[in-house]
T-cell receptor
Framework: EAAVTQSPRSKVAVTGGKVTLSCHQTNNHDYMYWYRQDTGHGLRLIHYSYVADSTEKGDIPDGYKASRPSQENFSLILELASLSQTAVYFC????????????FGPGTRLTVL | QQKVQQSPESLSVPEGGMASLNCTSS?????YFWWYRQHSGEGPKALMSIFSDGDKKEGRFTAHLNKASLHVSLHIRDSQPSDSALYFC????????????FGSGTQLTVMP
């Protein structure tokens, strides 16, 4: 089964600080995604990537950057963390050639104080 | 307004009962659907996809799609406590599309 791991699993950050969330997949999938989950909003797409060294904006990219240095790794960067970025963040991957089923990691709970 | 709307927000059913979840897309560009399930403390996991009108059955789970009304439902028969989870409906532009628009979810509780 597809494997997506995330680190850290939880983090407390200070307002204005820099936060980096990491994601690693071992499935050889082309697509990788970053979502945030807030109560009442479901999952909202922040950034995605379909090839290494390239990232695309999703529906809510403001305040976030992404980096895909290799096919396996995808990072989400908050340069200046804000209170409104407190949420659970999920990374996911999918294969463009077999199925577009998205495989999710276990999530990172981020609290910005 | 969200493009994908789910109802109810929460649902309680007795063990062994039938759970019915609903989802509607407000965008005719998004008429292919997935159901995802998320247990507490975990990431979502795909349950099933449905791209054609009619029913699709996988074990105790049956999805029904009406493309004309952009309405999809998920029915879980013989519900088990392990089915207690947050269920998401997601819509895509096509069966071969990467982009998913998620609804806000239905919290299902199955009471022993």
């Amino acid at each position: 089964e597809a494997a997506v791991t995330q680190s850290p699993r939880s983090k407390v950050a200070v307002t204005g600080g820099k936060v980096t969330l990491s994601c690693h997949q071992t499935n050889n999938h082309d697509y990788m995604y970053w979502y945030r989950q807030d109560t009442g909003h479901g999952l909202r797409l922040i950034h995605y990537s379909y090839v290494a060294d390239s990232t695309e904006k999703g529906d809510i990219p403001d305040g976030y950057k992404a980096s895909r240095p290799s096919q396996e790794n995808f990072s989400l960067i908050l340069e200046l963390a804000s209170l409104s970025q407190t949420a659970v963040y999920f990374c996911a991957s999918s294969d463009a050639w077999v199925s577009y089923e998205q495989y999710f990691g276990p999530g990172t709970r981020l609290t910005v104080l | 307004q969200q493009k994908v709307q789910q109802s109810p927000e929460s649902l309680s059913v007795p063990e062994g009962g039938m759970a019915s979840l609903n989802c509607t897309s407000s965008d005719h560009n998004f008429q292919y659907f997935w159901w995802y399930r998320q247990h507490s403390g975990e990431g979502p996991k795909a349950l099933m996809s449905i791209f054609s009108d009619g029913d699709k059955k996988e074990g105790r789970f049956t999805a029904h799609l009406n493309k004309a009304s952009l309405h999809v439902s998920l029915h879980i028969r013989d519900s088990q406590p392990s089915d207690s989870a947050l269920y998401f409906c997601a819509a895509s532009r096509g069966s071969g599309s990467w982009q998913l628009i998620f609804g806000s979810g239905t919290q299902l509780t199955v009471m022993p």
